[in-house]
């Protein structure tokens, strides 16, 4: 089953100019997390679908269009296709292996069979490339989704979503240079430290303003990011519904200076509702930077022209707990296409 925005061209990521670069495999699940004070299993849960997408690696989240005054089944699958947004902006380390392996995937959309080679975090963040730093104005839009498994194993609100195809919705975002702690093994040893500073998203500002946008300034009440861990994020909404994100496992490929590609791994907890949901969504993007500056080339945001275009994609994986999840494995059973746009916004971070 396939979706796709009248008019749009699916290129290869050839095409877009992105080469090698590559990562090690590995995968994990999430049995389950201590978090603000509360225990969030992750078995006996239900399938839901992606809290919104076209936003993920930004901040943890990935809202997608949900009036969540009335927070039914058909309300999950929006919000889920916009929390896909969120954690697309954050990577800290991830360590290269294969060169090549993400740019070669993102080649070979949509004939995905399998989760994306990835490493287990480990408690680390998503670094960026420094022309990231800075805020920006992001467009989002969706141009495909498609059900590989259809009709045998449809996700709940797939066939909803297509009335976002073709539609664009923006938001900033922002990311912040700062220093790393120094890591357990130097505090250990004593051993002086000085680590060199690094792009980070500002997860938190990034996960309000993307929940704001897809579900307006009364949708969101608040979005926490766990001060141990990024990678653990909480989000409340309304009616005393909680999505609990967490990045499990990620890697990202360098392939030129002007390029990056970064994926993760991440599994969504919803908790308030009559039957919690759990999801196991897998965002990868790649940037482009189409123009930088002549004075500073390693820094975008000095420059009021630079922009960054970026082809996102959101997989959705059914989880251990699911009675489907023997007839689909490691195969996704939804998949999202999003087209990015980010120009500068001159906006003081503080």
Not at 41 to 53: E, H, M
Not at 125 to 150: I, N, R
Not at 155 to 173: E, I, K, Y
Not at 319 to 345: E, I, M, N, T, W
């Amino acid at each position: 089953m396939i979706k796709q925005m009248p008019g749009y061209k699916q290129q290869s990521l050839r095409q877009w100019g992105i080469e090698g670069g590559g990562f090690a495999r590995s995968r994990q699940e999430y049995p389950g997390q201590e978090y603000l004070g509360q225990k969030y299993p992750g078995q006996n849960q239900r399938r839901g679908v992606p809290l919104g997408a076209g936003g993920g690696q930004f901040g943890q989240i990935g809202l997608g269009q949900i009036g969540l005054g009335q927070i039914g089944l058909r309300g999950i699958s929006r919000c889920l296709l916009c929390l896909c947004w969120l954690w697309g902006l954050g990577l800290l380390w991830a360590a290269p292996v294969a060169a090549g392996a993400l740019a070669d995937r993102l080649d070979r959309f949509p004939a995905w069979t399998s989760p994306p080679p990835t490493q287990p975090v480990q408690g680390r963040d998503l670094v960026y490339p420094d022309w990231f730093e800075g805020t920006w104005q992001v467009t989002s839009t969706l141009v495909e989704q498609q059900a590989p498994l259809a009709p045998e194993v449809v996700t709940p609100g797939f066939d909803r979503n297509q009335d976002s195809l073709n539609q664009t919705v923006t938001f900033p975002v922002r990311f912040l240079s700062q220093t790393p702690a120094p890591s357990r093994l130097d505090r250990f040893l004593l051993l002086p430290s000085r680590p060199a500073p690094q792009v980070v998203a500002d997860r938190a500002f990034n996960g309000l303003q993307i929940a704001q946008a897809y579900l307006g300034e009364g949708g969101v009440l608040s979005v926490k990011v766990n001060p141990k861990d990024p990678n653990e994020q909480l989000t409340k909404l309304q009616n005393h519904v909680q999505v609990l994100s967490v990045v499990t496992d990620r890697a990202q490929e360098t392939p030129n200076a002007n390029q990056f590609i970064a994926t993760e791994v991440c599994q969504q907890i919803f908790r308030g509702l009559p039957g919690p949901f759990l999801n196991r969504v897998e965002t990868t993007t790649a940037y482009t930077l189409t123009q930088r500056s002549d004075s500073q080339p390693d820094r975008a945001s000095d420059l009021t022209t630079a922009h960054l275009s970026a082809e996102q994609f959101t997989a959705i994986y059914l989880s251990p707990q699911d009675p489907d999840y023997f007839k689909a494995g490691d195969r996704p059973v939804a998949l999202y296409h999003y087209h990015l746009d980010l120009d500068p916004l001159d906006l003081d971070p503080a």
